[in-house]
């Protein structure tokens, strides 16, 4: 048995290759036609009710926008509501029906329950949730001092779309809506300074991709994936209120991946409307996932090809960590 193993272990992956390239056009003509077919039977989302977490965040505002232009009931959720009062009103102007407001965190189950609630009690229905909520920084793993910065990031970037989506499933099954999820390539292409982040990402992808099958068709889901924003992810800080828990503050109008974030926006609002199971802004990246599953040395040699001379001298005054931030000139620098 071990040696049939062997055998099929060096054979498959090539044969696979090979076979892939020539069924490579039919494939991207199907997929082609299936997605023209999905245009043309869209979803009519006017008058309908999305719930939008994060939606004080750059991703999140646009994608509010994008569903304003097509007259749904919004309702904009984020930790703190100052934010969200300005966007609401570019909303109105956009063509939403109707826009509330409310402030909760989303790594609360109880302030998941609460807006879920609200919601249905002023619409009477939901149709869509949008999960947005997402917290990036890069560091390496050993940079950082307080550990407590991993809790919270897979608080953010896990629990912050869970809590959500497990309070409003019952709500979803009743009007057959849809969950629209935002995750990233770094859930399975290994980058450094982004091991706590991906961990967090990989877990999101498999959590949503398990419940499809749980959910069969009464309840769709689309996974919205993006390609490397290291700007983005270098733009975030620290930001310590008094008195309360280690929060993230993120810079505005930053571009993704060389574009606008406007253009995954769109992406994920039609994508979602059309029912569609992903969404991927390149989607050329999907090349390195082959890599990884059949050439995996490949991807690693390239990886450390590109990330040899870019890892820092770790020192303890260069860790990341709660006494580090506590430091004014220290927050600038991060």
Request: glycine share 6%; proline share 4%.
């Amino acid at each position: 048995m071990d040696l049939v193993n062997s055998f099929l272990s060096f054979v498959v992956p090539p044969a696979s290759l090979v076979t892939m390239a020539f069924a490579w056009p039919t494939l991207t003509v199907l997929q082609a036609a299936g997605r023209l077919y999905r245009s043309l039977t869209s979803d009519n989302m006017e008058g309908k009710v999305v719930i939008i977490t994060g939606a004080s965040s750059v991703i999140g505002e646009q994608i509010a926008y994008e569903y304003a232009k097509r007259r749904t009931n919004l309702v904009l959720i984020a930790k703190r509501d100052q934010r969200l009062w300005v966007i609401r009103e570019n909303a109105m102007l956009f063509g939403a029906n109707h826009v509330v407001v409310i402030a909760a965190d989303v790594v609360k189950e109880e302030d998941c329950q609460q807006f879920i609630s609200e919601t249905i009690n002023y619409f009477g229905r939901l149709d869509h949730l949008v999960n947005t909520t997402n917290l990036g920084r890069s560091f390496f793993f050993e940079e950082a001092l307080d550990t407590s910065i991993f809790r919270h990031l897979m608080d953010i970037n896990f629990w912050g779309s869970i809590f959500p989506t497990f309070a409003a499933l019952p709500y979803l099954r009743e009007s057959r809506g849809r969950i629209i999820v935002i995750a990233s390539v770094e859930s399975w292409m290994p980058l450094p300074r982004m091991s706590i982040y991906a961990a967090a990402k990989a877990a999101v992808i498999n959590f949503y991709e398990t419940i499809r099958f749980e959910m069969t068709d009464e309840v769709g889901i689309t996974i919205a994936t993006h390609g490397w924003i290291g700007k983005e992810m270098s733009q975030t800080k620290f930001m310590l209120d008094e008195g309360a828990d280690m929060q993230w503050k993120e810079e505005r109008e930053v571009p993704l991946c060389g574009a606008h974030v406007e253009d995954f926006a769109k992406m994920i609002v039609a994508g979602a409307c059309r029912g569609d199971a992903y969404v991927k802004y390149p989607s050329w990246y999907d090349v390195f996932f082959l890599h990884k599953v059949l050439a995996p040395d490949v991807l690693g040699w390239t990886l450390r090809l590109l990330f040899s001379n870019r890892r820092t001298t770790v020192t303890n005054t260069t860790r990341v960590g709660r006494p580090l931030l506590e430091a004014p000139s220290a927050r600038k620098a991060l």
